[in-house]
């Protein structure tokens, strides 16, 4: 069962990826960037959680800010 949730979280993102270029090199360098979270020695006095959590909302704030959703004009 704990693989489980690995597992559910892989089929919400690789559909969209597979459409959407940008969406699989956020998705990559959010990897690459947790990844060196977690292998950086400079950090090792910050909890797990927080390797998980500070990663994931630097990577959305920059990719919100470079490849913004663009809104449809008929919608209100």
Avoid: C, T, W
Avoid at 21 to 39: D, T
């Amino acid at each position: 069962m704990s693989i489980a949730i690995y597992g559910m979280f892989l089929a919400i993102i690789i559909p969209p990826a597979r459409e959407n270029k940008i969406l699989l090199g956020i998705i990559l360098v959010s990897g690459l960037f947790s990844f060196a979270f977690s292998a950086a020695p400079l950090l090792s006095a910050i909890s797990p959680g927080f390797k998980i959590i500070i990663p994931a909302i630097l990577i959305s704030g920059v990719a919100a800010v470079l490849f913004p959703v663009k809104e449809a004009a008929d919608e209100q």
